[in-house]
């Protein structure tokens, strides 16, 4: 008997589904437009293909009668079925009996190879998303980049300029003048009636029409198309925007690359997945099982010291004068003053898991007029009742906008002539150095007078030094996990922190430090020679995480079984501080820290990646690339070296406090990602071999 493989790919608008022979050749194929059915409550009956009621009975009895059309009796009689899609969730396989689930983009990539095997360029268009994809020869693995939460450059946007003009989508094409020089924005598929409005009685139909497909071909290349910033060669158009010729001919004009459109372009991400149950059957039995890297999910008591440590900070009752400052200003030196201390970045993040909170902060600062363009830590700022300090300190890098909102803050609660703003260049030469020295002087000086107390140089020296301390057991964190497998979940590491503790300074850091290198020491003689550095990936998490909670990280490391073996917010870089002249030492410090500099901060993530062997390094783009920290010129810079480095960046969007606009397309992105790093490791992107697998191979 044939045997037979079934890929189901359900997207936002359409549901596709493929039957692979296997010898290779389609059996039978499925487009179709999906739609909400039903009304009302429903009572399950179990019976799904005869029923059909809800959604996923629906779903179930559409494929159903696939198969039926097919000739096939069930899915019994399915060697394996492979699925994809974005709306594939959890209650799916209670309706579909699939054997595996994998990423749009792996599924596009081996669609596209199974009829191109020698493509380099895929560009996927549908309805809620567009994926570009272009394979890397000098990394040996396919890159990727997906669109956004914004639905411009996607089929929704032509779906909302037929309905505008009233005439069907399929018939846009023919209908184009293809030598319109009508140009409106498509940057926003839900606002294009503003344009076509504008135009539709003023122009011809075709000439609107043109221009539309135009200004689609546009957006595309502006949302993914710097994947394919110099690449000359054939691009593989599928999708079902691949129907529309007139999109692909002004692709093709703004590449300058042949544009090709397979034969089941519509239903390709189906195609590959069952090219990938094909190839997932010749695997059972040989892919490893039971993938636990980390042992003990338990919670290390350094890092609860380290969460308590600042709650204790923040809450605490205290008769110190408070002092307000931003995560870069020396914590040392309000430390050595004996004043109370809130990092004012910090203190919002407690209150990240808190959403009704959250949500109340983000309507009172948006009644104040700070729109979601404005940083959500400083929404949070602007929106909560915060304790009045007698000071204020900040630094006006790396994030300028967080000084303004500094600024507007202690206007607001009357302090605006106990503030220092402290310039900090973005270098570290000798010139820098003493002009960020001679500015902490002056902030000390004017920190003084308010207070009514002097500086005691003594205190301020014994702060250096235990900060050195803390340094120095910080560094052998670094290098044990610099040079071990994974010791300690990435979910956990990231939210120790410890360059922007507020403790240096102080020996509650050098205690917590210490417990930290003594539990990650234990965690090593544990695993002794059980794994190797080079069983499992290397993940480095960049930036900050989502602080409301911690499933993202989870996913990664339990689900997609990529550890996260260290994290750019523990990275301890700079010099030992000189406790006999402490200022230059801390302005050093600070120039040094990792995120003042762009440049140097990339040349620090590129070298370090190569000495610990990092595999993948993951970028969290909070704020979508408004924050100064992770910004579109940094990024750029930062993948040109991670790339001479053949070490892959994923970029994923997203926003460290507001939940409401994490993309539905992360977790897709994370799949794909961690598929490729699959394939070039391990040569499926189904995981590691078993080592029975890994012998019979040699």
Not at 606 to 624: D, M, P, V, W
């Amino acid at each position: 008997m044939e045997k037979l493989y079934l890929g189901i790919d359900i997207g936002s608008t359409t549901l596709k589904a493929v039957l692979l022979t296997g010898r290779g050749k389609v059996k039978h194929s499925l487009y179709q437009r999906t739609r909400p059915v039903g009304s009302g409550k429903i009572r399950c009956s179990g019976a799904c293909s005869r029923c059909g009621a809800c959604n996923f009975g629906a779903l179930r009895q559409t494929i159903d009668d696939f198969l039926a059309e097919a000739g096939v009796d069930g899915f019994d009689k399915i060697s394996c079925t492979v699925v994809t899609g974005s709306q594939i969730i959890e209650d799916t396989k209670r309706f579909i009996p699939y054997d595996f689930r994998v990423s749009e983009v792996s599924a596009h990539v081996a669609g596209a190879r199974h009829y191109y095997p020698d493509c380099r360029a895929i560009l996927d268009v549908g309805g809620q998303d567009s994926k570009a994809m272009i394979y890397n020869p000098k990394m040996h693995m396919w890159n990727s980049k997906m669109s956004g939460i914004c639905a411009a450059g996607t089929g929704a946007f032509l779906d909302s300029v037929a309905g505008k003009l009233n005439i069907p989508v399929e018939e846009m094409a023919d209908r184009a003048n293809y030598d319109s020089d009508l140009e409106f924005s498509s940057v926003c598929a839900v606002l294009s009636a503003t344009s076509i409005n504008k135009f539709k009685n003023r122009y011809p139909l075709s000439e609107i029409i043109g221009g539309a497909c135009r200004a689609q071909a546009r957006t595309i290349m502006s949302g993914v198309g710097e994947l394919f910033l110099n690449y000359k060669g054939d691009i593989i158009f599928q999708g079902g925007v691949a129907y529309n010729r007139a999109v692909a001919y002004f692709l093709k004009e703004i590449t300058g690359n042949n544009i090709i459109i397979p034969e089941f372009h519509s239903v390709m991400g189906a195609l590959g997945s069952a090219c990938l149950a094909r190839q997932f059957t010749e695997l059972k039995g040989k892919l490893k099982e039971n993938i636990d890297y980390f042992g003990s999910p338990k919670q290390l008591k350094s890092v609860t010291l380290r969460a308590k440590s600042t709650k204790a900070d923040f809450l605490s009752p205290s008769d110190a004068p408070l002092v307000w400052r931003n995560l870069f200003f020396p914590a040392e030196i309000l430390n050595a003053l004996d004043v109370r201390m809130l990092t004012l970045e910090t203190y919002a993040a407690l209150f990240a898991r808190g959403q009704r909170r959250i949500k109340k902060a983000f309507d009172r600062a948006a009644c104040k007029g700070f729109s979601g363009e404005t940083c959500s830590f400083l929404r949070v700022l602007e929106g909560t009742e915060l304790p009045k300090p007698v000071f204020g300190v900040s630094t006006s890098q790396p994030c300028q906008q967080g000084e303004r909102i500094f600024r507007d803050l202690v206007r607001t609660y009357d302090v605006e002539e106990n503030f220092f703003s402290l310039h900090t260049p973005l270098s570290t030469s000798s010139h820098a150095v003493e002009h960020v020295a001679e500015e902490l002087e002056a902030a000390v000086s004017m920190i003084e007078k308010r207070i009514g107390r002097k500086m005691d140089s003594k205190r301020l020296a014994e702060a250096c030094e235990l900060s050195n301390e803390a340094r120095y057991y910080s560094k052998l964190c670094n290098e044990l996990r610099f040079n071990s497998p994974p010791l300690i979940r990435g979910t956990q590491a990231v939210y120790y922190a410890a360059i922007f503790a507020q403790s240096w300074g102080k020996r509650d850091l050098v205690e917590i430090n210490k417990t930290l290198y003594r539990e990650l020491q234990e965690r090593r003689d544990e695993i002794g020679d059980t794994i190797a550095i080079d069983d499992t990936h290397r993940i480095l998490w960049l930036h900050l995480p989502p602080f409301y909670d911690s499933s993202l990280l989870d996913y990664i490391e339990m689900e997609c079984h990529a550890p996260i073996v260290f994290e750019e917010v523990n990275f301890i870089g700079w010099e030992p501080l000189d406790p006999t002249d402490p200022y230059r030492s801390l302005a050093r410090k600070m120039l040094t820290v990792g995120f003042l500099d762009p440049t140097q901060r990339v040349k620090v993530i590129t070298e370090r990646s190569r000495e610990a062997k990092f595999n993948g390094c993951i970028l969290y783009n909070h704020g979508f690339g408004r924050c100064s920290m992770s910004d579109s010129s940094f990024i750029k810079h930062l993948r040109e070296e991670l790339n001479k480095a053949e070490i892959p960046l994923l970029v994923l969007d997203g926003d460290c406090m507001d939940r409401t606009i994490d993309p539905c397309s992360t977790y897709t992105k994370i799949s794909a990602y961690i598929e490729a790093l699959n394939e070039n490791r391990y040569g499926n992107i189904f995981g590691p071999l078993s080592a029975n697998a890994r012998e019979a191979n040699q």
